[in-house]
């Protein structure tokens, strides 16, 4: 069905099965070298949090400004009002 030069475009990739195995490899070990990068940042991420913590700071907080500071202000305002609205409606 195909052959070595067909699977890959024809760039002589080995391919079985129709499945160009180098791209395949190339891909998987893209994928793992960013799990792993996404790993060493998770404990850089976290010894800051430590830090933030020994010097008196609510981690807490800190990760709610952080999650406010990703969205588009127009979604925070919206947050906010809604906020507003049900701690008024609540009594609070």
Request: no cysteine.
């Amino acid at each position: 069905m195909f052959d070595e030069g067909e699977a890959d475009g024809g760039a002589g990739a080995a391919s079985v099965g129709g499945i160009a195995a180098d791209r395949l490899r190339s891909i998987i070990e893209r994928v793992e070298r960013l799990e792993e990068e996404r790993k060493a940042l998770s404990g850089d991420i976290r010894d800051i949090y430590t830090e933030a913590k020994s010097a008196g700071f609510n981690v807490t907080t800190i990760r709610q400004i952080i999650r406010i500071r990703r969205l588009e202000p127009a979604a925070v305002e919206e947050q906010e009002m809604l906020l507003d609205l049900y701690r008024r409606a609540l009594g609070m």
